[in-house]
Nanobody, 128 residues
Framework: VQLQASGGGLVQAGGSLRLSCAASGRTLSNYVMGWFRQAPGKEREFVTAISWFGGSTYYADSVKGRFTILRDNAKNTLYLQMNSLKPEDTAVYYC??????????????????????WGQGTQVIVSS
C-alpha cells in the first residue's frame, strides 16, 4: 500500500489549504485514517482522524473548528480541509491508516511503529 499526500504549499495566515491523501495498492475503506504533523524541531503530533465509514471524527484541540477531515472510500482518498490557518500550523503533514486501531483516540496516541501505513508527507508553510 502506498499513501500519496499532496496539496501542501505556502499560504498566508488566515488562508486555506486542502490536503489530499490517495491510497493505492488496496482499498482502505475498512481502515481508520488520519493526519499527523511534525514541525521543525518538534515531535510528531496528532491532528485528526476519521472512522472507516466516515461517521466519526476526532480532532486535536489546536485545530478543532478550523480543520475538517473527510474521506471518499470510492476514490480511496482522504482529505484535510484547513481553514483559518495560523503560523503555528506550519509543519510537514502526514496521512496514516490502520486497520487494528479502530478507536480514534487510540489511533491519535499510537506510536509511529503501531500505525500500519504512512504517507510521505506534504509541507505546509503559513506565513504571518
Amino acid at each position: 500500500v502506498q499513501l500519496q499526500a499532496s496539496g501542501g504549499g505556502l499560504v498566508q495566515a488566515g488562508g486555506s489549504l486542502r490536503l489530499s491523501c490517495a491510497a493505492s495498492g488496496r482499498t482502505l475503506s475498512n481502515y481508520v485514517m488520519g493526519w499527523f504533523r511534525q514541525a521543525p524541531g518538534k515531535e510528531r503530533e496528532f491532528v485528526t482522524a476519521i472512522s472507516w465509514f466516515g461517521g466519526s471524527t476526532y480532532y486535536a484541540d489546536s485545530v478543532k473548528g478550523r480543520f475538517t477531515i473527510l474521506r471518499d472510500n470510492a476514490k480511496n482518498t482522504l482529505y484535510l480541509q484547513m481553514n483559518s490557518l495560523k503560523p503555528e500550523d506550519t509543519a510537514v503533514y502526514y496521512c496514516a491508516a490502520d486497520r487494528v486501531l479502530t478507536s480514534l483516540k487510540n489511533f491519535a496516541t499510537a506510536s509511529y511503529e503501531a500505525v500500519e501505513y504512512w504517507g510521505q508527507g506534504t509541507q505546509v508553510i503559513v506565513s504571518s
